[in-house]
C-alpha cells in the first residue's frame, strides 16, 4: 500500500493566486514527521516546511503553510500568492519512528501561468 | 555556511563498471542519506548513515553500497553497473537522525550506465 499519496500529477494555476497541494499518508505510528519538498527543473531537492505528528499548530515558513489534518492523515502544502518561480515539483515526505528512512510522494507538477 | 556538495555532477559509465560518488554534508551534520530518483520509480531510499555507522538500508541489491567518514563525507559505490542504475543520486545531510530532523539536499549526481 502507498504510504504517500499525492493525487494531483500535475495542476495549472495563476499567478498571485493560493494553490493548494494534496497529500495523504498511512501510518501506524503514533510518532512521525511530514515533510515537503520542492524540486526546481535544475534537480535540486529544496526543503520548504515541516510538521511533526505531536505538533497542534499548522506549520508556517513564509508563503508555505501546512494544512495538518491528524484524523484524515492528510498534510496539505499551501502556497499564498504564487509566483512564477513557484513552477517546480511538490514532494510530500513521511517519517516515522519506526523506520526512519524518508518516504516520499510521487509529486505534484507545478506550473504557474503569468 | 555552504550547503551539501556532490561529486561528480555528471558521469557516463559503461555495463559491469563501478562508480563512486561522493557527498559532502553541511558543516555540522552528522547524518548522511542517500537517494535514487528515476521517472519510473520515483524517489527511493538507499542508505542512511551517521556518525560513521549505517543506520538504515532501503531495498536495492548488495551492488549498492556506502561508507561515512569521520568528517561526515560520505561515498556511495555501485559494482557492476546496469542499465537501470541510470539515474539522480541525492545525498542530503541533517543534524541528527530521526523524525525530528529536516534533511538538506545536494544538487545531485546524474549517473548514464550505457
Known amino acids: 500500500a502507498q504510504k504517500i499519496t499525492q493525487t494531483q500529477p500535475g495542476m495549472f494555476v495563476q499567478e498571485k493566486e493560493a494553490v493548494t497541494l494534496d497529500c495523504t499518508y498511512d501510518?501506524?505510528?503514533?510518532?512521525?514527521?511530514l515533510f515537503w519538498y520542492k524540486q526546481p527543473s535544475s534537480g535540486e531537492m529544496i526543503f520548504l516546511i515541516y510538521?511533526?505528528?505531536?505538533d497542534e499548530q499548522n506549520a508556517t515558513e513564509g508563503r508555505y503553510s501546512l494544512n495538518f489534518q491528524k484524523a484524515r492523515k492528510s498534510a496539505n502544502l499551501v502556497i499564498s500568492a504564487s509566483q512564477l518561480g513557484d513552477s517546480a515539483m511538490y514532494f510530500c515526505?513521511?517519517?516515522?519512528?519506526?523506520?526512519?528512512?524518508?518516504?516520499w510522494g510521487a509529486g505534484t507538477k507545478l506550473i504557474i501561468k503569468p | 555556511k555552504a550547503g551539501v556538495t556532490q561529486t561528480p555532477r555528471y558521469l557516463i559509465k559503461t555495463r559491469g563498471q563501478q562508480v563512486t560518488l561522493s557527498c559532502s554534508p553541511i558543516?555540522?551534520?552528522?547524518?548522511v542519506s542517500w537517494y535514487q530518483q528515476t521517472p519510473g520509480q520515483g524517489l527511493q531510499f538507499l542508505f542512511e548513515y551517521f556518525s560513521e555507522t549505517q543506520r538504515n538500508k532501503g531495498n536495492f541489491p548488495g551492488r549498492f553500497s556506502g561508507r561515512q567518514f569521520s568528517n561526515s563525507r560520505s561515498e556511495m559505490n555501485v559494482s557492476t553497473l546496469e542499465l537501470g542504475d541510470s539515474a539522480l543520486y541525492l545525498c542530503a545531510s541533517s543534524l541528527g537522525t530521526g523524525i525530528l530532523y529536516e534533511q538538506y539536499f545536494g544538487p545531485g549526481t546524474r549517473l548514464t550506465v550505457t
Open positions: 558543516s555540522g551534520h552528522r547524518s
Open positions: 510538521q511533526g505528528s505531536y
Open positions: 515526505a513521511m517519517r516515522e519512528v519506526s523506520n526512519y528512512q524518508l518516504i
Open positions: 501510518t501506524s505510528d503514533q510518532s512521525y514527521g
